[in-house]
């Protein structure tokens, strides 16, 4: 359709400038931060084509392709979409109409959009009234209803009016669909908020259904010359015990190491890798700003592979050129737990209180089960192949206290959001609200605590917190090593009690008070 003809756009003649496309953005309606995006991207553009936008021909922008070799793909792609679509706008072609083949999809969001959003004003304005009491704050709250308004302007697009009650997880499907070239967080993000929203609404929420009926918080991986490989090494894995999300990151490990070494040293055969071509895949990822620690147990998992494909594991850690130096361990003691527990709400206070007097990891906490609670006992699923090692735990006083209050917190979030918890203790109370909580979300609530009171900890500080106070008490170090559920004494001495930094510290000032004696 020519935008000329239906009074979008100026001639060329009239000289159509930058100034001119960004207006045109705005009447369509285009946030501003995008709109900043393609203002940014087209200069870029301009200076690396350095010509007229009217005497630009496709080869150009085969040429701007090559000039942006270096940059990130989802980047360069949004920099050609930004210019091509200026290069239309100047060329009298309405850009988001004639949407080419690249980049984003967009929706026509016009006057008809906005007036049937008008119906829903004061549905939206008691929303927002309602999170603003729940203590949600204003910047999440703007992002929020931001995000409500365009699921309900694309489903306008679409079906030509919004109907809430009958937005179901068929209705998110397909706006993931029409989403599909935003970052997939970003999509979350849009359907949990428009999820909540119905819920507000109707009592169901949408989203709740759609995650059960879908594989949404699983990335898709890449195509993978070795994907036939991996997939049958993960399998052995599986039969062989491993936990899912065990062999799960060993596969995506594989996959990211063959993606490295096809890109440094050329796509080798399995059979034909060797220490050299491994030395290499150390070094990238050196380069590449990652961990020794991690890096190891990169090369440790693409090695198992290999050894499955081929029968020969090539990997010697001992022949690799990594630091060997110890791990940098994070400890607290009694004077931080305190100023933690003094500002921990229910949530908080239960958690840190397993942590600090069972000595339980994150996984640990976030897989408890409703179930698992009996009375004054509880049982843990802990590290092991297939569903981990169950121990059984007397509660103590303090954890009895946490639960019963943490119990009424809980069925607050039940009673407002929904029960998705699947029977699990803990529930999300801000993203997500009453689903599992994750072990990144255990880890999170951990770290948000300790920033509020100047603490810096891992929510593996409280199984050290724990150990390191038996070892106070003067506890036989084999009981604390069956406390801590270690099946080898060495790893409760040198990772525990021996890393203690206040032992390294009681060291120095020894040493220098006997030197200046």
Not at 118 to 146: A, C, F, P, W
Not at 187 to 210: C, H, K
Not at 221 to 239: G, L, M, V, Y
Not at 424 to 429: Q, W
């Amino acid at each position: 359709m020519n935008a000329i003809s239906q009074g979008y756009i100026k001639p060329k003649e009239a000289g159509t400038d930058l100034e001119d496309f960004a207006q045109f953005l705005i009447s369509r309606n285009m946030a501003p931060i995008t709109i900043k995006r393609h203002m940014k991207s087209i200069r870029i553009c301009e200076r690396i084509l350095a010509k007229d936008v009217y005497q630009i021909t496709e080869q150009d922008f085969e040429r701007l392709t090559e000039e942006l070799g270096n940059v990130a793909q989802s980047t360069k792609d949004s920099y050609i979409l930004a210019y091509r679509r200026y290069y239309e706008f100047c060329s009298g072609i309405d850009p988001l109409e004639n949407n080419g083949q690249t980049g984003r999809h967009f929706c026509p969001m016009g006057i008809r959009s906005t007036v049937q959003i008008e119906l829903y004003s004061e549905d939206l304005d008691r929303y927002e009234l309602h999170l603003r009491q729940n203590g949600t704050k204003e910047t999440e709250i703007e992002m929020v209803m931001k995000c409500i308004r365009h699921c309900l302007k694309m489903i306008i697009a679409v079906d030509g009016h919004v109907d809430v009650y009958k937005i179901s997880k068929f209705t998110l499907i397909g706006l993931e669909r029409m989403m599909s070239g935003l970052k997939r967080a970003t999509v979350r993000r849009y359907l949990v908020s428009l999820g909540m929203f119905v819920l507000f609404m109707t009592g169901t929420n949408p989203y709740q259904d759609y995650i059960d009926s879908t594989d949404f918080r699983k990335v898709a991986p890449k195509e993978n010359r070795a994907d036939a490989q991996i997939e049958e090494f993960t399998n052995h894995s599986w039969k062989n015990g491993d936990k899912e999300r065990t062999y799960r990151r060993k596969a995506e490990t594989v996959r990211r190491c063959i993606e490295r070494l096809d890109r440094i040293v050329g796509k080798v055969k399995f059979e034909e890798i060797g220490h050299g071509e491994i030395v290499e895949l150390v070094r990238d990822m050196q380069a590449s700003g990652l961990k020794d620690s991690t890096i190891r147990k990169y090369i440790m998992d693409f090695g198992l592979f290999l050894g499955h494909v081929t029968g020969s594991n090539p990997v010697r850690i001992r022949n690799l050129p990594l630091n060997n130096s110890e791990a940098h361990r994070k400890f607290i003691f009694r004077d931080d737990f305190k100023k933690m527990l003094n500002r921990a709400d229910p949530e908080e206070f239960l958690i840190l209180s397993l942590g600090a007097t069972l000595g339980l990891r994150a996984n640990e906490i976030a897989s408890i089960m409703l179930d698992d609670i009996n009375g004054k006992e509880i049982f843990v699923r802990g590290k092991g192949r297939g569903k981990g090692k169950v121990a059984k735990f007397e509660l103590s006083p303090m954890v009895l206290d946490g639960l019963d209050e943490y119990m009424r917190y809980r069925s607050e979030i039940i009673e407002k959001y929904g029960d998705g918890s699947k029977g699990h203790l803990f529930v999300n109370a801000y993203m997500n609200r009453g689903t599992p909580m994750s072990v990144n979300a255990v880890e999170g609530r951990i770290k948000a605590l300790g920033q509020k009171v100047d603490v810096i900890l891992s929510s593996h500080c409280l199984r050290r917190l724990f150990c390191t106070t038996m070892y106070d008490l003067g506890e036989d170090e084999v009981v604390i090593q069956r406390m801590m559920r270690h099946s080898d004494l060495n790893t409760t001495r040198e990772c525990y009690y021996y890393a203690d930094p206040r032992k390294v510290l009681k060291t120095k000032t020894d040493l220098e008070n006997t030197l200046l004696a």
